[in-house]
């Protein structure tokens, strides 16, 4: 109730901290119409991270009648203000066709904007572009550069896939001199981000 009154004030992140509370049904009965209620005013209101738990809702259909247009509209607002999970949920959409007319320039640029910004998965799916030539000349050094940037950020902020990709590159030598004990190094940080296949090639090579 209290928050319920700030939000009413104009506390817009206390809508926004409504809107998750709805959502997930935290000290609260679930509700999806209530959260996306909340997170609206909250987005309104100037809180990015709300535009894109909004837009989470509309891609979804919960608590509000499903609209990709609406979702990539509120993205973009959120990606425009340097919310990195945005920027990175629009490159899957530029990236696969869906809402948008598929660009991979364009998704290649919102992934490098999202990276910019310490999302791992962003750094993550450049190089996986970069490594595979998907829509780009193909650019092997360029993707284990990108593979670094994913594995060397904050534990929240850090990708494992990237760890562990780049781990594996390092065993088998391919587009890199071979080299184990990087690959460890490598292997060890992935399962510090808690992804098993990191764990058990980890203990392959100790």
Same mark, same amino acid.
């Given at each position: 109730?209290?928050? %319920?009154?700030?939000?009413?004030?104009?506390?817009?992140?206390?809508?926004?901290?409504?809107? *998750?509370?709805? %959502?997930?049904?935290?000290?609260?009965? @679930?509700?999806?119409?209530?959260?996306?209620?909340?997170?609206?005013? +909250?987005?309104? !209101? !100037?809180?990015?991270?709300?535009?894109?738990?909004? +837009?989470?809702?509309? =891609?979804? !259909?919960? &608590?509000? =009648?499903?609209?990709?247009?609406? +979702?990539? %509209?509120?993205?973009? /607002?959120?990606?425009?203000? #340097?919310?990195?999970?945005?920027?990175?949920?629009?490159?899957?959409?530029?990236?696969?066709?869906?809402?948008?007319? @598929? #660009?991979?320039?364009?998704?290649?640029?919102?992934? @490098? /904007?999202?990276?910019?910004?310490?999302?791992?998965? &962003?750094?993550? @799916?450049?190089?996986? *572009?970069?490594?595979?030539?998907? !829509?780009?000349?193909?650019?092997?050094? /360029?993707?284990?550069?990108?593979?670094?940037?994913?594995?060397?950020?904050?534990? $929240?902020?850090?990708? +494992?896939?990237?760890?562990? $990709?780049?781990?594996?590159?390092?065993?088998?030598?391919?587009?890199?001199? %071979?080299?184990?004990?990087?690959?460890? /190094?490598?292997?060890?940080?992935?399962?510090?981000?808690?992804?098993?296949? &990191?764990?058990?090639?980890?203990? *392959?090579?100790?």
């Amino acid at each position: 109730k209290l928050s %319920e009154k700030a939000c009413d004030g104009g506390v817009f992140d206390s809508c926004y901290r409504l809107g *998750i509370k709805y %959502e997930i049904g935290l000290e609260v009965k @679930q509700d999806s119409f209530k959260a996306v209620r909340f997170y609206q005013r +909250a987005c309104d !209101g !100037g809180v990015i991270e709300s535009c894109f738990m909004l +837009a989470s809702m509309y =891609k979804s !259909g919960k &608590g509000v =009648k499903q609209d990709i247009f609406k +979702a990539i %509209e509120l993205e973009r /607002k959120a990606c425009d203000n #340097n919310s990195s999970l945005a920027c990175y949920s629009l490159a899957l959409s530029y990236k696969e066709g869906n809402g948008v007319r @598929q #660009n991979i320039h364009k998704a290649i640029e919102l992934y @490098q /904007k999202a990276c910019d910004n310490n999302l791992g998965i &962003g750094c993550t @799916q450049l190089g996986l *572009i970069y490594d595979r030539g998907d !829509g780009v000349e193909k650019n092997p050094l /360029k993707a284990v550069v990108q593979y670094e940037k994913a594995c060397s950020g904050d534990f $929240i902020e850090a990708d +494992a896939r990237g760890c562990m $990709i780049l781990g594996l590159m390092y065993v088998n030598g391919s587009d890199v001199v %071979e080299n184990k004990s990087k690959a460890k /190094k490598l292997f060890g940080r992935a399962c510090d981000l808690q992804l098993a296949e &990191g764990c058990e090639e980890y203990k *392959i090579l100790n």
